[in-house]
């Protein structure tokens, strides 16, 4: 499935990272930053626990984000292995997914 930033924002309707620490950070909260439009929460302290807490009441509305050989990718659900931080979706997917993150098509 290829899609764009755009179209995961338009499909799944990222949440914006609402917690203290990202308000704070502008590394994290700033839209420009990364191309994550404020969407990501870190993979530690308070953004992770409240990651693992929407994982554990709906995993059907988490991404994570993924640094692998051929680039970054969003997959559905929660993990570890490569990650580089997480999405919470106010839209559930409906099968397991991967999107890898095209420039241009």
């Given at each position: 499935?290829?899609?764009?930033?755009?179209?995961?924002?338009?499909?799944?309707?990222?949440?914006?990272?609402?917690?203290?620490?990202?308000?704070?950070?502008?590394?994290?909260?700033?839209?420009?930053?990364?191309?994550?439009?404020?969407?990501?929460?870190?993979?530690?302290?308070e953004?992770?626990?409240?990651?693992?807490k929407?994982?554990?009441?709906?995993?059907?509305?988490?991404?994570?984000?993924?640094?692998?050989?051929?680039?970054?990718?969003?997959?559905?659900g929660?993990h570890?292995?490569?990650?580089?931080?997480?999405?919470?979706?106010e839209?559930?997917?409906?099968?397991?997914?991967?999107?890898?993150?095209?420039?241009?098509?």
């Amino acid at each position: 499935m290829k899609i764009t930033e755009d179209n995961f924002d338009e499909v799944f309707k990222p949440q914006t990272n609402h917690l203290e620490r990202a308000k704070a950070n502008k590394s994290i909260a700033d839209e420009d930053v990364c191309g994550f439009n404020g969407w990501m929460y870190e993979t530690y302290g308070e953004d992770l626990d409240f990651v693992r807490k929407t994982a554990q009441e709906n995993p059907k509305k988490v991404w994570t984000i993924l640094d692998g050989d051929e680039g970054m990718f969003y997959v559905t659900g929660f993990h570890h292995v490569n990650r580089i931080g997480y999405f919470v979706c106010e839209v559930e997917f409906d099968e397991e997914q991967e999107i890898k993150l095209y420039e241009d098509f």
